[in-house]
Every structure is written in structure tokens, then in C-alpha cells.
DNA sequence: ATCTATTTACGAAAGGTTTCGTAGTTAAGA
DNA sequence: TCTTAACTACGAAACCTTTCGTAAATAGAT
């Protein structure tokens, strides 16, 4: 059993998230590239972008690095561990720490589909047996 | 696939949810009540849960009686679509609407035992059959 | 050197959540 | 009836998140 060591534990906002998933996809990125993205989705103004950026910077989930007259981002927490850990907190807050509630939850309300389904099958399988 | 319907669709806010947990539990009780169930948790004054459960009150999250000088209330929102609604907003601003990239991390961490694992199998056989 | 577009920094407003103090109401008991 | 304990209602403080306007700095173009 490994211990997954991240460099901080803050947990970040919904913006935030929204933030970090395009420097996971993107990797080294400007305000102004993030800003983009942000706005394939929903109307935010580049301030209000950069301002986050800023407060993530501060709270050490960006690292940034001068290059001529902006900054370039990157995420410092990994996507894994936080996936895992946003996940967690639901698992703990929703489901009483119950896994098996939680997927059989996840996938009662025909949210995967057959192809999914046979995946997570074949995932299972290979759970059980690297489990000597 | 059956429509879903909610009196409601505010989304409960984190306070909110340990109150809703202790309802759906114990069904129709006091503000006393549930601050005791919360004060075996953490510490939490009286009045702090009771505006809690008022705003919750104004929001129909949760309806009351008066029953002599105290109020009693009760969840107004299901269990069960509650937190569905949660685990679908972690499912789309997480993983991307994808159930089974959602599942393989929530059982990748040695988050379920062998016995919740085979139940899950077990269930998903069950799923793949009653699709005809 | 000056202008201009880009970018940063800063501050603050607006809205929401959580917390609790205080004052008032209620009803039960002396 | 009067007192008191339990309960409610209300307001506000403290804090957080999201948003954006404004001003300053930067560097490239003319």
C-alpha cells in the first residue's frame, strides 16, 4: 500500500477545478491561453481569470514562470491525487466511506453504458487477481 | 429511462448535508435532536444549527410542525436523488461525464474490499442482464 | 522616444456560508 | 400569577468565492 504524498492539501474551488483541468489537458500555459479555453465554455472575463490564477499561484496549486512580458502556468498538484482526493471527500461526506455504495450508485441510473460496463467488468477481474 | 423529479433542485451546501444525513437517518426530529447527532461529531452551538435548519426551512430543503414550544422538522428532499445529484456533479466537473473513469478510480485505491468488489460484480452482471 | 496593445497587480463589490450573541416568546411548574 | 428553562427569531460578523474595473508596468512597433 503506497503513500501518496501531494504537495499540499488545499482543496481547491469549482473555478479552480475548472482552472486546473485545462493545465492537466494543456500543460504549460499563459493567462491568456487559459482564458481561452475557459471561454469555449462559458463567458469570464480575462481578469477574472487572471485573478484566480493569481490566488491559485499564491496558494501554491500553480507554479508560474516569467517569459517575456506574461507568465506561464503550470499545475503543481497531480490530476491523479486530486481526483482522487475530490472523490474521496464525496465517498467519506455522501456515502459513509461506502465504495461499493458509491459505484453502484454511480452506475444504477444508466450513466454507463454497455461498453463501460464490460470495462469496468474486465477492470474488476484484473483487480481481484493482482490481489495475490 | 425514468424522469427523475425533485421538489426542488437547489444543491445543499456542505452544513446542509450533515444535517440532511442525520434526517434521512432518523427521520422526523427536533432541533435538539440534531445538534446532539452533530455534537457527537464536532462541536457546534445550538443556534448555529438551528438558523441552519431555518434556512434550510426557507429553501424547502426541509419542512416542520410545530409540536408544542419546539419545532420538528423533516427532509423535504430524497435521499436516494440527493445524492445521485451530488455524484453527478463530481461525475461532470471531474471526470468528465465518463461513469467508468469514475469507478476505476474510486475502486483503484484499495478503497473496496474483496467482498464489496465481488458485490459489485454481482451487480453489474444483474445490470448487463435486465438490459434487454 | 513615443504610442499602443498586452499583461499584471490591486482593490473592492456582490453574493454565499457558517457561526454565534442577544432578545423575545412560549409553556410548564411552583 | 410569576418565574424560569427551552426554544425561536433576528441580525450581524467573519470568512470565502467569484467577478471585474482601474491603474500601472512592459515591450514591441512606428
Redesign the interface.
Known amino acids: ?1 503506497r503513500k501518496t504524498m501531494q504537495n499540499n492539501n488545499i482543496k481547491p474551488t ?1 473555478s479552480e ?2 482552472i486546473l483541468q485545462i493545465l492537466w489537458k494543456s500543460g504549460y500555459s499563459t493567462v491568456k491561453d487559459v482564458n481561452d479555453e475557459l471561454n469555449k465554455l462559458r463567458s469570464v472575463g480575462y481578469t477574472t481569470t487572471l485573478k484566480t490564477m493569481q490566488i491559485m499561484f499564491e496558494k501554491k496549486l500553480l507554479g508560474r514562470e516569467r517569459s517575456g512580458r506574461s507568465h506561464t502556468y503550470v499545475a503543481l498538484i497531480k490530476e491523479n491525487e486530486t ?2 482526493m ?3 471527500k ?2 467519506q ?3 459513509a466511506g ?3 455504495k ?11 453504458s ?1 461498453k ?2 464490460s ?3 474486465k ?2 477481474n484484473d ?2 487477481n493482482e ?1 495475490v
Open positions: 500500500m469549482d477545478l475548472e481526483k482522487n475530490l472523490l474521496d464525496v465517498l461526506t455522501v456515502f461506502s465504495a461499493s458509491l459505484v453502484m450508485q454511480a452506475l444504477g441510473q444508466n450513466k454507463a454497455k463501460e460496463i470495462e469496468i467488468k477492470f474488476l483487480l481481484e490481489e
